[in-house]
């Protein structure tokens, strides 16, 4: 079992990694929480694969499980499943010594983080992702967060969870769309650090290759994350360079209105935000090409003809990282190299109709 460690000013976690780990939940949870109650949060499609096994080894070991299930997507990151779940727990009569295990992808890690983070000013909080993207990025640092209206992930908190536990064997239950969506981020991070990492991705010439060596991307993956939330916890510095192609993946992923998954709107957003930097002589030449072919070889959308849509920009306008119309945007001047640069809103819109203008075919 692989055993990675995040610092953060609140406390160490484990990170643990291994084929198998979903039938030792009801050990593995034992040994970081006395007994308590646990609200076991998941969707309507992890939920009828693992939900009754990890409740029954909750309870083998004297947790008292109380189980709740949201639909599946995008939708149940919103005020009124929070509302439901928050006001199951409070009729159940959970209190600040009681726990919450998230069991699925990143829709459910950012909710029920969210529930965690904000249930009687924060409770205890378990990681167990199942989707590829959740392993690889989301369960990992502290983002919690629900959506309002198109803009995603307005409302949100940082809270740490006390355990992520991590089983590639979930991955094999995953559609291929769902599988290959989380390498996206994957690819992302595997840029940004650069020298292994990269060498490593170019293994992945097909979707069938992500389970293949699946346990070695998700430990490259996390492991890096990990080091940059251990000096950055709550995103004032470094960590800013994992929103790596999220300024316009965000706001095409916005406009797509549920048809683009995340990790395909990242795909997008990475190759957009490398062609125009490229094209300005601040990045390698040819980065955008190898990243672009890394990217189509596993199915990944590079291109979508919502870049050019008039209202992109003001999608990016609501982004939670604007400040007083300026956005650090991410780029890689090599990999393993990546930059922050503070740009206006209008320079950020320019960049985008100049990218649009030069490449009329694929925006």
Known sequence: ?????????DGD?????????????????????????????????????????VKKQLEAHDFKVFTFVVPHGEQSKCLAELAKIIKGMAHDRFNRSDGVIALGGGVVGDLAGFVSATYMRGIDLIQIPTSFLAQVD??????????????????????????VIIDP??????????????????????????????????????????????????????????????????ESGERQILNLGHTIG???????????RHGEA??????????????????????????????SVVGLPIHSKLVASPHLIDKIKNDKKNRDGYM??????DFGHPVIKALSISQINQSIQGLVKAHPDVY
């Open 266 to 295: 990242v795909s997008i957003g990475l190759v957009a935000i490398c062609r125009i930097f490229e094209s300005h002589q601040l990045s390698l030449k040819g980065m955008t090409d190898q990243i672009k072919h890394r990217l």
């Open 169 to 234: 064997n979930d991955l094999k239950t995953l559609p291929k769309r769902d599988l290959v969506e989380g390498y996206g981020e994957t690819l992302k991070v595997a840029a940004l650090n650069g020298g292994a990492f990269w060498k490593f991705v170019q293994k992945v010439n097909q979707p069938s290759d992500l389970l293949k060596y699946a346990s070695q991307l998700i430990e490259f993956a996390i492991k890096f994350k990990a080091i940059v939330v251990s000096h950055d916890e709550k």
């Open 138 to 163: 989301s369960s990992v640092g502290g983002k919690t967060a629900i959506d309002l209206d198109d803009v995603k992930n307005l409302i949100g908190s940082f809270h740490q969870p006390d355990l």
């Open 13 to 53: 976690y484990n990170i643990l990694i291994h084929h198998g780990l979903l039938l030792k939940v009801g050990e593995l949870v034992s040994e970081r929480w006395k007994k308590r109650k646990i609200a076991l949060i998941s969707d309507d499609n992890v939920a009828p694969l693992y939900m009754a096994d």
């Open 1 to 9: 079992m692989k055993i990675l460690n995040v610092k953060t000013p």
């Open 328 to 333: 650090n945007v991410i780029y890689l001047k």
């Open 250 to 260: 965000h706001g095409v992923e916005a406009l797509a209105h549920g048809k683009l």
